[in-house]
């Protein structure tokens, strides 16, 4: 999620070398595809919702985070009364649950591979992400640069299941890394297990505008600065080193963890939990369960929202780039500060651009959302036109008055193309009530659900969605007809 706040310079229409921030069209309107979803309403009256995922060996429930720091559970499809864990009293303060747009709480849960195998050290263990106070006469594991106040801290925590599966044990959590923060937004928010065994977590670059800032590194920005674990994809192995002393990995400096001895950043000054670099805010990735890709969602700027695949080592562009297009971060030759110039796809060289297929590319201009929600690869079996393709959203359509009508899509990786679904169910196929989009989740068998709100954190607008074919033959036909007519969704004016 991103606190979209359009800098003076773009409301001032400045142009840049190449593209005016003040139109924010500067890439082809996404239009609507001719995959049809029917919005199953699982669960309602949720406070922010944002995230589901079911623990191994268990095909019954689906965790969902609620942001304000309640892990839920969804049990064949039933939302149970009560919560597996609380952490109401970790998460807030610093969260201000009164403001629909505050990124700070409980924003991710993983399990670990070995969680339903008696004998492995992650027996009945899960990790979340969460942001917290950090207490007086305490230090973090990474503190924001440039001596910046620490007005908060992101953290994993490790957590233990108790003999029933609703519920976490809150007495055994154990803290395994952290990082500080001065700005309030910018968090990331994804922490998940890869198929190579690893835990990873996407930071965000530290918050502001531009990686300019208090806590922001110069020159570059922190993005690109190797010695910050701020604006980059993370791996580690989260286990208590006592519990695998035969691992080949080196020991964490705080001695909770260990840090793969494959990572590419083992230099001087640099951060060593690093796999790659260069994001703004990745707010959510997720791992094919099919082919183990590692696809994220990267929150723009201004003007160009992203879909990467992630590799080992890679450099992502920001700030040099936003999406395709050349950023600047201060104000130049090339153009105002927050303003983007020229689209320069493969240029330059060392960065990697957003996915591109045999079509397109995998971005999309402030026209058609202001904050892209990244979600799964379907793997599931209910809809399979669906199948191969990445699922994602948009927070909202418009930021202000009010931030309002969030958006669904799906991605075709091959082609480049990507294209809103249709939803017959609704007036004019657009979500209601001004919902907006904060995350998705996969259960056990692959089938995704999407996580609306219109409500802060601490409201009762929170909806878990789950995706399922039409019902009707009927409203198939009636769906035909607005894929031929070539509907499309009304853009931000």
């Known amino acids: ?39 199953n309403p699982i669960a309602t009256g949720m406070a922010a919702p944002l995230y589901g995922i079911s623990a191994p060996g268990d095909s019954s429930r689906l965790y969902v ?79 924001a640069p440039n001596g910046a106040v620490q007005n908060y801290k992101n953290v994993i925590n490790e957590w233990k299941m108790t003999d029933d599966p609703n519920v976490i044990d809150p007495a055994s959590r154990r803290e395994i890394i952290s990082f500080g923060k001065n700005a309030g937004n910018h968090n990331g928010g994804t922490v998940a297990y890869g198929p190579d065994g690893y835990l990873y977590l996407a930071l965000g670059d530290g918050g502001n505008a531009n990686d300019v800032g208090p806590s922001h590194l110069e020159p570059g920005g922190n993005a690109q600065n190797l010695s910050t674990p701020l604006g980059k994809m993370l791996r580690i192995d989260p286990v208590n080193p ?126 058609d959302g202001i904050s892209i929600t990244g979600g799964f690869v379907y793997r599931g079996t209910e809809i399979p036109e669906l199948f191969g393709k990445y699922v994602f959203g948009d927070l909202a359509l418009r930021n202000l008055p009010p931030r309002v009508d969030g958006r669904l899509f799906y991605a075709d990786l091959a082609t480049g193309i990507i294209n809103e679904f249709l939803l017959p169910q609704f007036v004019d196929g657009v979500l209601p009530d001004g919902l907006t989009v904060h995350g998705f989740g996969e259960d056990a068998s692959g089938e995704l659900y999407a996580m609306v709100t219109n409500t802060p954190a601490n409201g009762t607008g929170g909806i878990v969605y789950r995706l399922e074919t039409v019902p009707t033959p009927g409203t198939l036909s009636l769906i035909g007809g607005f894929a031929v007519l070539g509907l499309r969704r009304r853009r931000a004016t």
């Open 1 to 39: 999620m991103k606190t979209a706040q359009l800098c003076a310079a773009s409301l001032l229409g400045v142009v840049a070398s190449g593209v005016s921030l003040g139109q924010q069209d500067v890439l082809p309107d996404i239009e609507r595809g001719t995959i049809a979803v029917h919005l």
């Open 65 to 143: 985070l609620e942001q304000n720091g309640l892990v839920r559970i969804l049990q064949n499809g039933s939302l149970l009364p009560g919560a597996a864990l609380n952490m109401q009293s970790r998460v807030a303060p610093p969260m201000n649950p009164a403001n629909a747009n505050d990124e700070r709480g409980l924003l991710g849960l993983t399990f670990h591979p070995g969680f339903s195998n008696p004998l492995s050290p992650g027996f009945r263990t899960l990790y979340t992400y969460n942001s917290e106070p950090i207490p007086v006469g305490t230090a973090v594991t990474y503190a």
């Open 242 to 367: 006592a519990l695998n002393p035969g691992s080949p990995d080196a020991v964490s400096p705080n001695g909770q963890y260990r840090v793969p001895t494959t990572n590419p950043f083992q230099g001087a000054g640099q951060v060593p939990e690093i796999y790659a670099s260069g994001f703004r805010n990745p707010y959510r990735f997720a791992f094919d369960r099919l082919n183990g890709e590692l696809i994220l969602a990267d929150v723009g700027q201004n003007t160009v929202e992203e879909i990467d695949r992630v590799t080992l080592g890679g450099n992502y562009g920001w700030g040099i780039k936003e999406g395709s297009f050349l950023f600047n971060r201060t104000t130049g030759p090339g153009g105002a500060a927050g303003t983007v110039g020229p689209r320069s796809p493969g240029s330059p060289l060392g960065l990697i651009d957003p996915i591109t297929g045999t079509q397109g590319t995998l971005e999309y201009d402030h026209g």
